[in-house]
């Protein structure tokens, strides 16, 4: 009877100390599975994380899934490494006392994935917007700093320098960031009323004086054009007429050959019939008489028709043909 009652007392009470214990189990249980599951962390791809112990930097996590110590080790900061941009719109003012108002974008990143870098990017900078504030601010001053050299009217034609002197100075200041500035694009510039007024008329007044310097020019052009096409055609116009000229005097020359040829052939032949040569000039006299008549068209043609003037004019035309004949028998 002792022993049944032993045996009864021990197997409920070994049962009592499971139905004790279970929840503690399972507690435990529980606890070792976040323990285990907070050993494993998963990055992003395009960040990096910093990792700490006791505040203290401990190391960098790449992208993908890492290990990491439980409980003491503990994700300080994930840090994009992908481009940023930012926008800022500030005023300068140039050596002239003229304000200028800009527009601008930059686009930075981190340097590189070395580990200083990263150490720098994680703990230079209480947070992003402390960065960005003192980014921006860094930008701007370098601008005016370097507006405040020039003159109003130089400004707009000074994009490139004032990136390109920005990028130098900004360089050395940014890689001890951790960063880098990959672009700044000044988007507008613009000054007060008063001034971008008196520019448009500027430009106005430059444009007008152009145009009347093209069109100048262009009638000038055109007026030398012309006289050169004027000239030319008078040129042409002299060559001409003396080529013409020139072949009317050959064919007045070729005439008077051929008409002393005949006289003289027609005076050989009168000779050989004994005829006087003197009916020949007669002959002329009266056909060129005729031809005056026929193609005067109402000239009138004063001849002298006396005995005496006939007779001198006899005299003329044969001394002119014996001059001819003695040329041709030459």
């Keep these: 009877m002792n022993s049944i009652y032993l045996h009864f007392v021990v197997q409920n009470f070994y049962t009592l100390n499971l139905i004790l214990m279970e929840p503690f189990s399972i507690i435990f249980l529980v606890f070792a599975g976040m323990v ?41 900061k994930r840090i994009s490494i992908q481009n940023r941009s930012a926008e800022m719109e500030f005023q300068a003012t140039t050596s002239d006392q003229a304000n200028v108002y800009f527009k601008a974008m930059m686009l930075y990143t981190v340097l590189d994935q ?114 050169e096409a004027e000239g030319n055609a008078i040129k042409i116009g002299a060559e001409a007429e003396r080529e013409a000229a020139r072949l009317r005097g050959q064919g007045v020359a070729l005439f008077r050959q051929e008409v002393a040829k005949g006289m003289a052939e027609a005076a050989k032949e009168m000779q050989v019939a004994n005829l006087d040569t003197s009916v020949i000039l007669f002959s002329m006299w009266t056909e060129a008489i005729k031809h005056f008549s026929e193609n005067g068209k109402g000239n009138v043609i004063f001849l002298d028709g006396s005995t005496d003037g006939m007779q001198k004019t006899m005299q003329q035309m044969m001394a002119m043909m014996n001059q001819d004949m003695y040329k041709n028998q030459k």
Excluded at 131 to 148: C, D, H, P
Excluded at 150 to 168: G, H
Excluded at 170 to 180: A, F, K, Q, T, V
Excluded at 195 to 216: C, D, P, R, T
């Design 36 to 76: 285990v599951f907070s050993c494993f962390v998963t990055i992003q791809q395009g960040t990096v994380a910093v990792t700490t112990i006791f505040g203290k930097y401990n190391r960098m996590l790449t992208p993908g899934l890492n290990f990491k110590i439980p409980l003491i080790e503990r994700i300080h």
């Design 114 to 227: 070395k580990e200083n870098t990263i150490k720098n990017v994680a703990f230079k900078f209480m947070d992003d917007k402390s960065l960005m504030q003192a980014l921006i601010r860094t930008i701007e001053g370098n601008i005016r700093s370097f507006v405040a050299t020039k003159k109003q009217a130089e400004i707009l034609s000074l994009r490139n320098e004032i990136t390109n002197d920005v990028k130098s100075n900004m360089d050395h200041i940014l890689e001890d960031w951790g960063y880098h500035l990959l672009d700044l694009q000044i988007n507008d510039i613009t000054f007060d009323d008063a001034i971008m007024k008196s520019m448009a008329q500027v430009v106005a007044s430059s444009n007008l004086k152009a145009a009347a310097e093209n069109e100048g020019q262009a009638l000038l052009i055109t007026k030398t054009k012309s006289a």
